[in-house]
């Protein structure tokens, strides 16, 4: 079944440390999107990739970081900088022309 | 920037009760999204709306985008306990590949 895989689902940070969260899919979409969703907030716009090799930021990307050097993933790697990471993560992919986003089911990553 | 304004936050019904959620544009809409998210899961597509006054169902939900395109409404008919959860509206940003949500509406069906 075609869909967009999330990894891993529980993740815990330690202060001063670099996490990657991984987001694979094989729905063949050219967009890729990653949300920080915080209780009260809504879905906010971390980075965005419209095709392979190019990424843009979005509304928050500050202390966040990315790569997409394969069309099937986009993973995001919340870097020491972010000072309130605490948070749940969503990734979304999207095919052409106005077709909704599919998201995955999520990373929740904690700081110990 | 454009902002999408849900109304109410949060909604408690008895099962088998109407009810409505709304979603307010700051401009103009081109494309409305309307998805569900359980707890701690991802968002399920539920409908998307294009066109002024269009209007859209999908088993006991249906979703209306108005004349104007700045405001659309989700309306589920006899609730069920299957209903409950976060129901979200989305839009692409004018003039982007930005997309952007409304902050939520969380809603809970009493059995």
């Known amino acids: 079944d075609g869909g967009i895989t999330q990894s891993p689902k529980y993740l815990f940070r330690k202060e001063g440390q670099n996490v990657t969260l991984s987001c694979e899919q094989n729905?063949?979409?050219?967009?890729m999107y990653w949300y920080r969703q915080d209780p009260g907030q809504g879905l906010r716009l971390i980075y965005y990739?419209?095709?392979?090799?190019?990424?843009q930021k979005g509304d928050i990307a500050e202390g966040y970081s990315v790569s997409r050097e394969k069309k099937e993933s986009f993973p995001l790697t919340v870097t020491s900088a972010q000072k309130n990471p605490t948070a749940f993560y969503l990734c979304a992919s999207r095919g052409t022309g106005d077709q909704p986003q599919h998201f995955g089911d999520g990373t929740r990553l904690s700081i110990l | 920037s454009q902002e999408l304004e849900q109304s109410p936050q949060s909604l408690i019904v008895q099962e088998g009760k109407n009810l409505t959620i709304n979603c307010t544009s700051s401009k103009t809409l081109y494309g409305l999204y309307w998805y569900k998210q359980k707890y701690g899961e991802g968002l399920i597509f539920l409908m998307m709306?294009?066109?002024?006054?269009e209007e859209k169902s999908h088993e006991k939900i249906t979703a209306k985008l108005d004349e104007k395109k700045q405001q659309s409404s989700l309306h589920i008919t006899a609730s069920q306990p299957s209903h409950a959860g976060i129901y979200l509206c989305?839009?692409?940003?004018?003039?982007?590949?930005?997309?952007?949500f409304g902050t939520g509406t969380r809603l809970k069906v009493l059995a």
């Open positions: 729905l063949n979409h050219d967009a």
């Open positions: 989305g839009a692409r940003e004018q003039g982007t590949y930005k997309y952007i």
């Open positions: 990739s419209q095709i392979v090799n190019d990424f």
């Open positions: 709306l294009q066109k002024g006054g």
